[in-house]
């Protein structure tokens, strides 16, 4: 059957509300800071056959959205094993090489039959806040097997047509350290996806099966055809592009993430072969997180095109199997995080090459996972898991964001305010970090210094980073930004991570800090083309020192922080000859 255009406008909106509710719905009900304050979660709408994606909420991370629907297809296999998918299941799994990212995050898949026809699912997933392992929080940095990252759950009934399996919750809340936040959480995805039934069968009643389902279908071709519209614009042929991880946490080696990008007609091949072969550590992902890493960065750069799975129609994955992009149990993934934003910067500097005007320089490039822990003094047991900002990256229409989250997702990053009123933690220190950015004719954003001290009696510490050794570098001549740095202080003055960005077993005691030294974004075209103007007033507000304005910029202030023209003109002369 057809659909008319403002039908399809007002399905499409309908649709999508349904996903923003279950994301809102969530964010308010979780335990879990890093669910109820970061949104680090989502929701979506899922086929009944396929599992591909057909309508995300635009609160949670794209990258769950997209793996997802790697987890949905592989409930709907597990269910034609055993008796098929029915009226009242919900099925839950963690799964990391099964449609999954990492051990932490959960996945809840809920179908929605109309008159006893499966219509749709419904999925949600969330970052709980500890699901066992070596490490409170699971960010291991010195995983060498997934068993060392938390409890490997695959899919299984969480509801048995209808009936709720109390010793499945019972295994779970055994095996995490924060039992009661790991509840909190699991209801109200619970919540998430009745909420989300509700709303999908008062859609479907308003305007029958038959026109949402040719709505859907739609969707999805009209994605396509965007999609293969916008590739045929770009310049034919092959360009490269390659970046490196600091190391695995285990051997001190970069890794390198590699991608030739070939533009055929209306067509994209994304060629991953020369990336680094699988590692030890935990910074391997498997095949179904590093295509929705590339969905991610493609949703970025192609930004007017709906988010369903016709976007990836036109676009062709090579990931050779043994390589850290493409995993099978038991290589540790827990720190998936790290790896997906490099491959999402060697997307952006690939296209970079081929088409500077959409394109943008790369963000700062690792969440930096900080996990503190340790017990009150009445034994209860204590756990902050966080991560942190940093600049995104510029491009052709002005500077990249300020202490922005990574561009895996639209979270947020915790509040200091949260996150001390939950922990025994002080902020001494959360700015902005001046000269941290990627100078260029547009600017990168700037990273963040945040300084934490601890006020409980002693605390056991853990650090799963990136960018510490390869700064986030600028695109079509713009600079790099700085290096991510983390320090720590003990009784014989601070320290540094032997690996830069990685590092367990730090012990602290009351009174002492953590210090975090961010990245910004790198730059966007050459900084000695940016406006004098604009450099003074980075300048004046604090962003760039008058060494980095003079050195990078070729810009010179006098006293007052007005500009020198004259020499300033030297110093562009001077570069322009050189």
Not at 213 to 235: D, G, N, S, Y
Request: charged share 20%; aromatic share 8%; with cysteine.
């Amino acid at each position: 059957m057809a659909i008319d255009t403002v039908t399809l406008a007002i399905l499409k909106g309908r649709l999508e509300q349904i996903a923003d509710e279950m994301d809102a719905t969530l964010f308010r009900s979780a335990f879990n800071p890093i669910i109820a304050e970061a949104h680090d979660a989502s929701h979506g709408i899922y086929d009944a056959t396929t599992g591909e994606t057909l309508v995300q909420g635009k609160s949670g991370l794209p990258i769950f959205v997209g793996v997802m629907a790697f987890a949905v297809k592989a409930v709907i296999d597990k269910a034609a094993k055993s008796g098929g998918v029915h009226e009242g299941d919900v099925w839950i799994f963690n799964d990391p090489y099964d449609g999954g990212t990492h051990l932490s995050d959960f996945r809840l898949v809920k179908p929605v039959f109309r008159g006893g026809k499966l219509f749709c699912f419904l999925a949600s997933v969330g970052h709980w806040h500890d699901v066992g392992g070596n490490v409170p929080g699971n960010y291991n940095p010195a995983a060498t097997e997934c068993f060392q990252e938390g409890m490997l759950i695959p899919p299984v009934k969480l509801y048995d047509r209808g009936e709720f399996r109390q010793d499945v919750v019972d295994i779970l809340s055994a095996n995490s350290r924060l039992p009661l936040s790991l509840y909190g959480d699991l209801n109200g995805q619970i919540n998430a996806l009745e909420l989300g039934e509700k709303r999908m069968h008062a859609l479907l009643d308003d305007y029958g099966d038959a026109t949402v389902a040719t709505c859907l279908v739609e969707l999805k071709a009209r994605a396509a055809r965007m999609m293969r519209a916008q590739i045929a614009e770009l310049p034919q042929g092959t360009v490269s592009a390659e970046d490196w991880l600091d190391n695995d946490g285990i051997v001190d080696t970069p890794l390198k993430i590699a991608l030739d990008l070939t533009i055929d007609g209306d067509r994209m091949v994304m060629d991953f072969s020369r990336s680094s072969p699988a590692c030890a550590g935990p910074v391997n992902i498997s095949r179904s997180t590093a295509i929705a890493a590339c969905y991610v960065a493609l949703k970025h750069i192609f930004g007017e095109v709906p988010a369903n799975a016709g976007v990836l129609e036109p676009v062709e994955f090579r990931i050779d199997e043994g390589s850290l992009l493409a995993v099978h149990a038991p290589k540790p993934v827990g720190g998936y995080t790290e790896t997906i934003l490099r491959l999402i910067d060697v997307v952006f500097q690939a296209v970079a090459k081929i088409a500077p005007e959409p394109a943008m320089a790369c963000a700062y490039g690792t969440i930096n996972a900080l996990s503190l822990a340790g017990h009150r003094k009445d034994g209860r047991r204590w756990v902050m898991f966080s991560f942190f900002g940093g600049g995104h990256g510029a491009h052709a229409g002005g500077d990249g964001l300020n202490h922005g989250n990574a561009p895996i997702s639209t979270a947020t990053i915790p509040p200091l305010e949260i996150l001390e009123a939950a922990y025994p933690v002080r902020f001494t220190q959360w700015a902005l970090r001046p000269d941290s950015a990627g100078p260029g004719e547009t600017r990168g954003g700037l990273g963040a210094t945040y300084e934490i001290e601890l006020l409980e009696e002693n605390a056991d510490v853990f650090l799963f980073g990136e960018r510490g050794r390869h700064a986030p570098p600028g695109v079509v001549g713009g600079g790099a930004a700085a290096l991510n740095r983390f320090s720590f202080e003990q009784a014989d003055g601070w320290h540094e991570p032997p690996m830069a960005s990685k590092m367990v077993g730090i012990r602290i005691a009351r009174g002492q800090r953590l210090r975090l030294e961010t990245p910004g974004g790198g730059g966007y075209g050459a900084p000695h083309a940016r406006d004098p103007q604009a450099v003074a007033r980075d300048v004046a507000r604090g962003y760039v020192t008058r060494d980095s304005a003079e050195a990078d910029y070729r810009v010179a202030l006098n006293e007052d922080g007005s500009i020198d023209a004259a020499r300033t003109q030297s110093l562009r002369s001077r570069e322009a000859a050189e």
